[in-house]
């Protein structure tokens, strides 16, 4: 089968690689319906986290289960299903307290699995998922058409919207400020407005992304970053600042500014993957009593009620993804992320 | 009257200064019981936190009003009270919030307050207290002489204590991990068993405090520090880790090992004075998907539930202090603190 190969800096390649197939009793083999190219894959793309060797990507994805192992009993072969961005057995004590990043038995597509095989990644034709029971969740049917890129969403992007304001403990009536407008942070501004916030300030400079952050949910666009942006939240909110801020990008400069933004007592939720943290602003969060919790988000435990949510229509976070790509164009998917022409990519086997 | 004057490190004197009048309607003139040396009072005395200019000194002290000012409501001449270790007005937005620490007019004994008037501090005779109302708490009457030195421990250490607990989210049941065997460490296990915690492990090598630790409740003590204290916290949970953490001392080591000892999606409580920290385990933070809480105790918040528990004898955390000096030996108080021959020091003036 075909499946994406990331071999170094700008170079993504889509390679023959071997087919997979069921090698332990709770393996399933997913046939893959849509899959994505996620923001935190062009940390890799533009050299910033290099690869030891060539590996295959992607953590997105969406499919029709077409193998079982014995020893899966909650899926069938034809079911559609969603993949969270980690495989998890959904029974050890960390998933039990909610912490399927922290699962016992974690693995990631793309490297090598506890089980001792290399897991494929998603940006491919199939995929071998392991404790398949545990990792992924069945659909109530095969979905219609328009529901595709929603429920493609729900692997990373809107659970880790859903996890941020969660983690921010976003009450009704609360006023929040959203670091970041990429598709996570439109995504954790469509989260908020799904909780209740009142006001929900977007700190974003980019016209396109602007525009879906108000049609998510925004009700106040800030252009101005660091202490500019700090100063004009404050404006905006009369001299004070906000209950929480959800910080969605992962640098030095976004931390500093989602910690600035956020009033005495409040609660800052960082799930920017921090590839872009040297140092984090203690003392301020010390000086104001702040609550701070971050991390990737458990999407396993958000699936369900998300795909409720998805299946309904009361969301529809797949409007992230704003060019659909064949497979093969895989590469130019990358080279327009990277280029910031596209906000998030669909690619379709 | 006399009061403390810190002079530089090492250099504590006991000086003449101004009485203290009524200098604001909201004011209080308070005579002064009982006074402690503060952990924290000796990074100063260390040399750690320099001063401009020579300071009064002293954050935690209990009395008797002696005077009010024409819009002071709820205290009468002649009634005893607790002062916690800022004054704050009590009715802005952050104390509403419960952060009198962020209080809009918050003013610090011993410095310039927002009314422009250099504030008198605790280790001394008499205090003028700005915002008395907003400030002050009131006893139910003229305590008994036992029950002064768990008085004067609400102010600060105990009060720190609680917030540490409730910060922490202890819950009944939990298992909980404190780093830091000073007062106000071992206010926290006295906290955390108030707080129903089932396994508390202190972390402590210092057998004075093990005992005291022991007493207020902890059930198990790690003398290990680091990496080998983190490696005996893991042992004794057999291969897993703490849903809480403590961090009572705001050094570099004791963060690390706080945030080291927790379980993913634990929870992190940091009332340690950060005068010793640099950096912030934010990556380990992140990868274990941990919330963490910093900031000094809004005391002020705590004081009615706290000296309702002192006042019926169902907690003693005066225990904390193992030595009484007249205020005119506080320079040996200092001295004593310092060279942790003494835990915590209670002055009588």
Redesign the interface.
């Known amino acids: 089968m075909r499946a994406t190969v990331l071999h170094g800096a700008h170079d993504v390649r889509l390679e023959d690689v071997p087919d997979p197939a069921i090698a332990e009793p709770a393996d399933a083999v997913v046939r893959v319906t849509a899959a994505a190219v996620c923001g935190s894959d062009l940390w890799t793309y533009r050299g910033t986290a290099p690869l030891a060797s060539p590996t295959r990507f992607g953590h997105e994805f969406i499919g029709v289960v077409e193998e079982t192992g014995r020893d899966v009993h909650t899926l069938r072969r034809g079911e559609f299903v969603l993949a969270p961005f980690n495989a998890s057995d959904n029974t050890c004590?960390?998933c039990l307290?909610?912490?399927h990043?922290?699962c016992d038995r974690i693995a990631h597509w793309g490297v090598p699995g506890p089980d001792g095989h290399v897991m494929d990644a998603g940006q491919g034709e199939r995929v071998r998922v392991p404790m398949a029971d545990g990792t992924l969740v069945g659909t109530p049917g095969h979905p219609a058409p328009e529901h595709i890129p929603s429920l493609l969403a729900l692997c990373d992007v809107m659970s880790t919207g859903r996890h941020a304001t969660r983690?921010a403990r976003v009450a009704p009536g609360e006023t929040v400020v959203v670091s970041g407008d990429g598709a996570v942070g439109l995504c954790t501004v469509l989260a908020a407005r799904r909780a209740g916030a009142d006001r929900i300030i977007l700190m974003s400079r980019h016209p396109a992304r602007q525009s879906l952050g108000r049609e998510f949910g925004a009700t106040d666009i800030v252009a101005s970053r660091g202490e500019e942006g700090i100063a004009t939240v404050r404006d905006l909110l009369r001299g004070?600042l906000a209950d929480a801020a959800m910080e969605c990008v992962g640098t030095d400069q976004s931390?500093a500014q989602a910690t600035g933004t956020v009033?005495?007592?409040g609660r800052v939720a960082?799930v920017g993957l921090?590839l872009g943290?040297t140092?984090?602003p203690?003392?301020r969060?010390?000086?104001?009593?702040?609550?701070?919790?971050?991390?990737?988000a458990?999407a396993r435990a958000y699936l369900p009620e998300l795909l409720a949510d998805v299946w309904s229509g009361s969301i529809v976070p797949g409007r992230v993804f704003d060019r659909e790509y064949p497979l093969e164009r895989v590469a130019d998917a990358y080279a327009a992320m990277n280029e910031r022409t596209v906000l998030k990519a669909l690619l379709r086997p």
């Open positions: 004590p960390n307290n909610g912490m990043t922290s983690i004070r931390l009033r005495p007592g960082c921090p943290v140092s984090y203690y003392h969060t010390f000086s104001a009593g702040l609550t701070v919790t971050a991390g990737s458990p």
